[in-house]
């Protein structure tokens, strides 16, 4: 099957249209017509090579919401016409400890990214800049009514990829929680963690989206432009959900935490960061990383958001705009997510 899409025909380059062909759909595999794409800092990432030589060219788009309009002969799971979506991986193992375990996204034998990885058949995976998509029906998630499908398509990468440490560190009454950053998924962290009941305050380089990150469900708001702010702060916060793709100050951020606090490395620098080690053994404090989260944990993540009400915020553009929406997103001139709207290819 031919379907149009948009690609990176090599590293830097603009993206531009394109015709790929996915693969016949097998007896567990399920097509899906594509409604919408997010568009994920990690595209950029991959796009620009900052995380070493790729396969172009390359399709992006692992933030995928669309309708099922064909299923294997063995598919249970998914039926013509539901609303579903794909994250950020296709395929794994199956069979290893952590596969078995639920986290397939730590597969011992390597998961399938959904697009510039090898997959089963040895072909390159292609993203969700395109018309139609063919996946594993074990990897393919229910989008439950309720939920917007443009504001759905964020939440199968930025959505999980806050959820899970959220709930892996105890997010929830009681428990206060800093957000580093307002951005794409620093604002998906910061609807989860008071959805969860935390006490949430967001660290951010300036107020300029102060007004923003108190109606999406901030306590307090702080700006970490001002040195202030990291002695007003010193030893509060249970947890801090570092967001950015940049170079921070981790000894400074550690040094809000409680003891036994936790900071938790999301966003995905292509520079290494460095840390002090007294930062961390002064008050016995913990500096981890979390990337997604499985399938069945990412299954539960968009439960809980129909249950809350909650989607990305989004900004809908056509295909022919994605060259654009990366420089803004470079700029931080979204709020807070481009979606793709696929009918434009």
């Keep these: 099957m031919r379907v149009n899409a948009y690609a990176a025909p090599a590293a830097g380059q603009p993206l531009a249209p394109t015709v790929i062909e996915r693969r016949a759909v097998g007896p567990d595999d ?13 595209d950029i990432h991959t796009v620009n090579g900052d995380w070493g030589p790729q396969p172009f060219p390359v399709v992006p788009g692992h933030e995928i919401v669309g309708v099922v309009t ?7 799971r998914h039926r013509v016409g539901d609303r579903v979506g794909v994250g950020c991986m296709v395929s794994s193992c199956g069979e290893c400890a952590n596969c078995r375990r639920g986290d397939e996204q730590y597969c011992e034998n390597g998961m399938v990214g959904t697009y510039a990885a090898t997959d089963r058949d040895g072909t390159t995976t292609q993203g969700g800049y395109s018309t139609h998509v063919v996946v594993d029906a074990s990897y393919v998630l229910s989008v439950p009514e309720g939920i917007d499908p443009a504001a759905a398509a964020p939440l199968l990468c930025a959505g999980i990829t806050t959820y899970a440490p959220l709930r892996r560190w105890g997010a929830g009454p009681g428990r206060k929680v800093a957000i580093v950053g307002l951005g794409g998924l620093g604002h ?29 469900g901030a306590d307090e ?3 970490t432009s001002d040195p202030s702010t990291f002695e007003q702060l010193a030893g509060r916060f249970d947890l801090i959900i570092n967001t950015v793709s ?21 966003g995905a620098p292509a520079e290494p960061l460095s840390v002090n080690v007294f930062s961390l053994i002064g008050a016995r404090r913990s500096f981890a990383g979390s990337m997604i989260g499985g399938i069945a944990l990412t299954q539960e993540m968009l439960d809980f958001c129909a249950e809350h009400g909650i989607g990305a915020e989004v900004e809908v553009i056509a295909a022919d705009q994605v060259n654009e929406a990366y420089e803004r997103v470079l700029a931080s001139d979204v709020r807070y997510r481009f979606v793709i709207d696929t009918a434009t290819l």
């Design 30 to 42: 399920v097509l899906i017509q594509i409604e919408f794409a997010g568009i994920c800092h990690s």
């Design 70 to 76: 064909e299923v294997g002969s063995d598919v249970t």
């Design 188 to 216: 998906m962290a910061v609807k989860i963690a008071h959805a969860l009941g935390a006490e949430v305050t967001v660290l951010s380089q300036s107020l300029k989206k102060q007004e923003d990150g108190l109606r999406l």
């Design 221 to 223: 708001y702080h700006a």
């Design 246 to 266: 940049a170079r921070i100050d981790l000894d400074a951020y550690l040094g809000l935490l409680a003891v036994d606090g936790t900071l938790v490395n999301v």
